[in-house]
């Protein structure tokens, strides 16, 4: 399995924008659909974009369609996640993972990074 590992997760005012990145390491990054998911205190882990091998494919939840944007470097083995005009409600731990399938479903995502914390104040 493909082991993930994110950074850039912070402390950023309603508004603000902050840039996530996944570090992939032990397999073929471009091999895999690359996810990113949040899971906020008390709430279920979901889904928030995912990414094709090629980055030609694209999904972002409703949620945050138009302010999230996701991006990979096959040659950097690095999934990105950059959030703009972020709100309160965007707090969560924010999970990178790696599927064989272009897909939404959490349970189709077999890695999992140990997530970075975001953290919106108002």
């Known amino acids: 399995q493909v082991q993930l590992v994110e950074s850039g997760g912070g402390l950023v005012q309603a508004g603000g924008s902050l840039r996530l990145s996944c570090a992939a390491s032990?397999?073929?990054?471009?091999?895999?659909?690359m996810g990113w998911f949040r899971q906020a205190p008390g709430k279920e882990r979901e889904f928030v974009a995912v990414?094709?091998?090629?980055?030609?494919?694209?999904r972002y939840a409703n949620s945050v369609k138009g302010r999230f944007t996701i991006s990979r470097d096959n040659a950097k083995n690095t999934v990105y996640l950059q959030m703009n005009s972020l709100k309160p409600e965007d707090t969560a731990v924010y999970y990178c993972?790696?599927?064989?399938?272009?897909?939404?479903?959490?349970?189709?995502?077999?890695?999992w990074g140990q997530g970075t914390q975001v953290t919106v104040s108002s």
């Open positions: 993972a790696a599927s064989s399938i272009v897909t939404t479903n959490i349970t189709d995502f077999r890695s």
């Open positions: 990414i094709s091998r090629s980055g030609v494919t694209i």
């Open positions: 032990g397999r073929t990054f471009s091999d895999y659909v």
